[in-house]
C-alpha cells in the first residue's frame, strides 16, 4: 500500500465520556487534538499519539452488547520510561506504556488476538502488503499489528459495541487500495464513501471479521476525487 501517514490509528466506542477523557487524556497523558461530529449522536474526540490519532469514539444511544473484537491491546511508546506501565479504562480496555524501542516500538502497537496465524499472515503480508518483521507481527509505517494466537478470538468482530473496534491506515488512494486488498483476497467491509470534504473511506476485514479502516484524508492528500 502507498502510506499517506506513516502510523496506523485506532478507534475505541463508549458510552461513559467524561471518565474516558480523564482517563485517556490525563492518565495516558494523550493530548486532545480535534472534536468531530461523525453520524447521529456520535462525535469523534481525537487525540495524538506519536504520529497515530486515538479516536475516542463518544455514542449519544447505548451501544450494542456485543462481545469485543480481537484487538486486545494498545502499546505506546514514551520516552523517559524504564518499565512498563499497565492501565486499565473504564470499559475494559487495555493500554500499556512501553519504553521507547521496547520490542521494536517506536510509535505504537496493536495486540491482536486470532484464531488462525497462516491466514492471519496472507492477509496482512500478502492482502495488505505490510512487511511481517517477525513472526506473527507486521509493520505498517512506524506502527505495529503483533497476532498471538487466541482460540477465544472472534470469528465475525462486530464494528458496533464498546471498546477497541477498528484501526485506520492513511493511504493516498482509498479506491485503489480498497479494489487491491479485495483482489489480493481481502474481504469487503464497506465500499468506499466520500465524507463531505474531510476524507473517504473504506472498510476491509480480516480472516475473523476484524475491521479496518482505509481512509484517504484531504488534510494529507489534498482535495478529495469528484
Not at 474526540?45 to 447505548?62: E, I, Q, W, Y
Not at 499472515?121 to 512487511?131: D, G, M, P, V
Not at 484501526?167 to 468506499?192: F, K, N, S
Request: with cysteine.
Amino acid at each position: 500500500m502507498k502510506l499517506a501517514k506513516n502510523h496506523i490509528d485506532i478507534g475505541i466506542n463508549t458510552n461513559r465520556t467524561e471518565e474516558q477523557l480523564a482517563f485517556w487524556q490525563t492518565d495516558v497523558g494523550l493530548p486532545f487534538e480535534e472534536l468531530l461530529a461523525v453520524g447521529p449522536g456520535l462525535r469523534q474526540h481525537r487525540h495524538g499519539m506519536n504520529g497515530s490519532v486515538f479516536k475516542l469514539n463518544s455514542a449519544r444511544d447505548p451501544l450494542p452488547d456485543n462481545p469485543p473484537a480481537g484487538y486486545r491491546e494498545l502499546r505506546i511508546a514514551r520516552r523517559g520510561l524504564d518499565a512498563l506501565v499497565h492501565l486499565v479504562d473504564v470499559d475494559g480496555n487495555r493500554v500499556t506504556l512501553v519504553p521507547s524501542g521496547y520490542e521494536g516500538i517506536e510509535g505504537i502497537a496493536v495486540r491482536l488476538a486470532v484464531r488462525d496465524p497462516d491466514a492471519h499472515r496472507r492477509f496482512y503480508a500478502e492482502a495488505l502488503e505490510l512487511e511481517e518483521v517477525r513472526p506473527g507481527v507486521f509493520r505498517c509505517g512506524d506502527s505495529l499489528l503483533v497476532c498471538e494466537v487466541d482460540p477465544a478470538a472472534p470469528a465475525d468482530a462486530s464494528r458496533q459495541g464498546i471498546g477497541y473496534r477498528y484501526i485506520t491506515i492513511q493511504v493516498w488512494d482509498c479506491d485503489a487500495e480498497h479494489d487491491g486488498i479485495l483482489a489480493r483476497g481481502g474481504r469487503e467491509g464497506m465500499a468506499p464513501v466520500t465524507l463531505g470534504t474531510t476524507a473517504r473511506i473504506s472498510f476491509v476485514r480480516d480472516p475473523d471479521g476484524n475491521w479496518i479502516e482505509i481512509s484517504q484524508r484531504a488534510t494529507l492528500t489534498g482535495a478529495l476525487p469528484g
